[in-house]
């Protein structure tokens, strides 16, 4: 019979995480990574990072052993964020104490697409290193194992709490949303027809890495003249965009969706240390695509996340009009295009 030993070194596992994009935007955050509004986002599904993580016998001192290879090579930089993750974080994985750690990474999307990767990554992460942990426990992977693996993935990375979950998920407690939770997100579950299948095409204007961190951004909420009213506009919008998706109010959508994405730009231009990550592409892609909206009558709309890029979010009904567009109208705003879509959550590949 093999020994717990022995078992642990067989562990292998393999998984694909998404990436999420936020309609309602988290932006400030206090304590240990918890948020100072709710959110709410839909997940997507070409855009992921896998991992495959491996156990083997350790062969240093170190608390955490680990080597983090992204697109096979040695990546220190983000080694030591994960490594530092693993750490704070032990009691979610008994078996670091004896065993090293070998995590290979790769995202679907090119690395230099200016496209977020850390909620994918630190998804994908949690559950590969949470699956081990419940693997050697015996423990059933349930329900309880998403919530437990979006709470960890949260403490890498605020915006992966919600990469658990197949299309719309929410982050942060909230008064008026049952089951909501500053430590994990949620599923929301009761959407409109007119909101399922929807597309996001990611216009990448820029693909520079971001002069200034999210984290960096979170911080400057801390001192923001207006933090408070921007934290419950949020907690109220969080909870409005619930049944807005419930009754398929695609205008309300639209007008939340948009605002909300200049509202996060707004905070960060108004920041004490105040900084501009959008582009002129990004402007001219944004107006453009207005004006398509008012002369064809098409439900389409823009979002942004913590950079120049443009995401176009539009029913599936009507790709054919909006890629066109975008493929044709928009094509001098972007230096490539990411079609991507509303995705079903993480999945393991391996057994
Ligand atoms: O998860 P973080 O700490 O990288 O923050 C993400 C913040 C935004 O992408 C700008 C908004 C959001 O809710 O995802």
Known sequence: METDKELMNNVKV????????????????????????????????????????????????????????FEGAVNEKF??????????????????????????????FPHSAGIASSASAFGAISLALLDIAYSLEGKEKDEAFYREASN????????????????FAQ????????????QYAIEITDIHPTFRNMKDAILIIEDEPKKVSSSVGHSLMNNHPYAENRFKQANERTAELVNILKNGDMEAFIHMCESEALTLHAMMMTSMDYYLLVKPGTITAIEKLMEFRKENN???????????????????????QVEAFINDGLRDTYKKVIFDQEGNGPTKLNS
């Open 152 to 167: 960890l993935a949260r403490l890498g990375s605020g915006s992966a709490s919600r990469s658990m979950y197949p299309a």
């Open 14 to 69: 393999t998984w694909r995480c998404p990436s999420n994009i936020a309609i309602v935007k988290y932006w400030g955050k206090k304590g240990i990574q918890i948020p100072c509004n709710s959110s709410l986002s839909l997940t997507l599904s070409n855009s992921f990072t896998e991992v495959e993580a491996e156990l083997s016998d350790k062969t240093t001192d170190e608390a955490v052993q680990l080597s983090y290879f």
């Open 79 to 108: 080694g030591q964020r994960v490594a530092k993750f693993l750490e704070d974080n032990r009691e979610f994985f008994p078996f670091i104490a004896e065993k090293a750690i070998t995590i290979n990474s790769s995202n679907s």
């Open 171 to 182: 982050w942060g407690e909230n008064d008026n949303i049952q089951n909501s939770s500053n």
């Open 298 to 320: 098409i439900p389409v709309c823009f979002t942004l996340d913590a950079g120049p890029n443009v995401h176009v979010l539009y029913p599936k009904a009507y790709e054919a």
